[in-house]
Every structure is written in structure tokens, then in C-alpha cells.
């Protein structure tokens, strides 16, 4: 059973920057590959980006290329995001995901994922 707890939410302005946090509770996070998801109020939870095993493969949801960067450090058993030039659409709870099935192939649905933290909510300000 993997623990998963997110951390580095909070309000901040649009064009500001936030760094998430997943810290996870088991050395075999790092044979996992591992998302960010997010989930607005009314809306479906959305891939944000994920990243395999070692990092060596990503993905990013179309709004969020080029301005949000997945990464993880496997001897701390941590996965990050960092979010740069966040616009109020960026407003959301943000969930740390796990799949604890494949370490090289990437899932882009939330069903694909068998672990998950308990958010974190970002909101944005215009």
C-alpha cells in the first residue's frame, strides 16, 4: 500500500509560480510511474503530466506545455511539479497518482492510476 501526500498549494497571482510536492511513503515509488491530476469544481479530474520510472520519459496535457514541469527524486521518494506563468484556469484541487503496474508506460486517464494523495489546492487569482 502506497501512501501518497501532496504539499505546496495556496493562492497566488496569475503569472506566478508554485512548486507541488508528493512524498511518498515506500522505497518502490521509484518503479512506478507517476502523475499530477487536477479537478476543478463541476469538472472532470484531467491529466496535468506525468513521468516514468526514472524520468526519462513525460507527457503534459496541451495547457500546460511549456509552463509546468513534472519531475521526480527517487532517493527521496518525492515527485514534484513546478508551475510557472499560472493563469486563473490553472484553479483547482492537484492530485499526486501513482500506477503501480508499469514503470515505462504512461497513463493519460485517471483509471490507469491505483494511488492517490488527498490534493492540494491551487487557486489562481486574476
Known amino acids: 500500500q502506497v501512501q501518497l501526500v501532496e504539499s505546496g498549494g495556496g493562492l497566488v497571482q496569475a503569472g506566478g509560480s508554485l512548486r507541488l510536492s508528493c512524498a511518498a511513503s515506500e522505497g518502490t515509488f521509484s518503479n512506478y510511474v507517476m502523475g499530477w491530476f487536477r479537478q476543478a469544481p463541476g469538472k472532470e479530474r484531467e491529466l496535468v503530466a506525468t513521468i516514468t520510472w526514472n524520468g526519462g520519459r513525460t507527457y503534459y496535457a496541451d495547457s500546460v506545455k511549456g509552463r509546468f514541469t513534472i519531475s521526480r527524486d527517487n532517493a527521496k521518494n518525492t515527485l514534484y511539479l513546478q508551475m510557472n506563468s499560472l493563469k486563473p484556469e490553472d484553479t483547482a484541487a492537484y492530485y499526486c497518482?501513482?500506477?503501480?503496474?508499469?514503470?515505462?508506460?504512461?497513463?493519460?486517464?485517471?483509471?490507469?492510476?491505483?494511488?492517490w494523495g488527498q490534493g492540494t489546492q491551487v487557486t489562481v487569482s486574476s
Open positions: 497518482a501513482a500506477d503501480s503496474r508499469h514503470s515505462r508506460v504512461v497513463g493519460t486517464t485517471p483509471g490507469n492510476y491505483d494511488y
